[in-house]
């Protein structure tokens, strides 16, 4: 199996960020954004998941969080995009219910190449840390556009707002961990159209 790692750059009058994910790692990384649950958040994403992710992020968090988040959702997607290649002999498909604490979360995904974004959860709380609750629904949108994902995030159950944003994005992880692994009876692409 060919390695499947992206390296990206993305560079605005907003934001600078390098990133590289490998998805057949190993749950390591190094990550920087300069706002500490984000950070967080992307480690235990990397973990979850069993991803290698390296990430450094320059970004004007004199204004706020907005672009910094927002922007890292644009490159994580279109790593997951690059890396995923033609996506022969994946899954495509992956989902996962994850408890933590109060917290019930259901996150499902289909990698078609074919972008939507459903999000279905009531925070309530204006921030965790310096983290903008707000910008949960914005990094997930970004990164399913920017990787052709159909994504869905629904909270079953929960209040504490750490544990709800803490279990999306590792339940993130595991439902991508699950689509974007491979499966020796599938020797093309799991499509009827012969590509996704």
Do not use: W
């Not at 706002?35 to 004199?62: E, P, Q, W, Y």
């Not at 309530?124 to 159909?150: C, H, I, L, Q, W």
Request: proline share 2%; net charge negative; aromatic share 8%.
């Amino acid at each position: 199996m060919t390695e499947r790692i992206a390296s990206l750059r993305r560079k605005t009058g907003e934001t600078d960020i390098s990133m590289t994910l490998n998805l057949d790692g190993s749950g390591t990384s190094e990550i920087k954004t300069g706002i500490g649950f984000f950070d967080h958040m992307l480690n235990s994403f990397a973990r979850h998941g069993f991803f290698d992710l390296k990430l450094d992020v320059d970004g004007d968090l004199d204004v706020d969080c907005h672009h910094t988040i927002e922007d890292t959702g644009i490159v994580l997607g279109e790593a997951i995009k690059k890396a995923l290649g033609d996506k022969r002999g994946i899954r495509r498909f992956g989902s996962f219910i994850l408890p933590m604490d109060d917290v019930l979360v259901l996150v499902a995904m289909d990698l078609s190449g074919r972008p939507y974004f459903c999000y279905d959860v009531a925070l309530t709380t204006p921030k965790v840390g310096d983290f903008d609750t707000e910008m949960v629904r914005e990094f997930f949108y970004a990164v399913s556009y920017s990787a052709g994902m159909n994504l869905h995030i629904k909270l079953l159950s929960g209040e504490n707002n750490h544990h709800i944003i803490e279990g999306i994005f590792k339940a993130f992880a595991k439902a991508l961990d699950e689509a974007s692994s491979m499966d020796a009876r599938i020797q093309d692409v799991l499509s009827t159209k012969g590509a996704l």
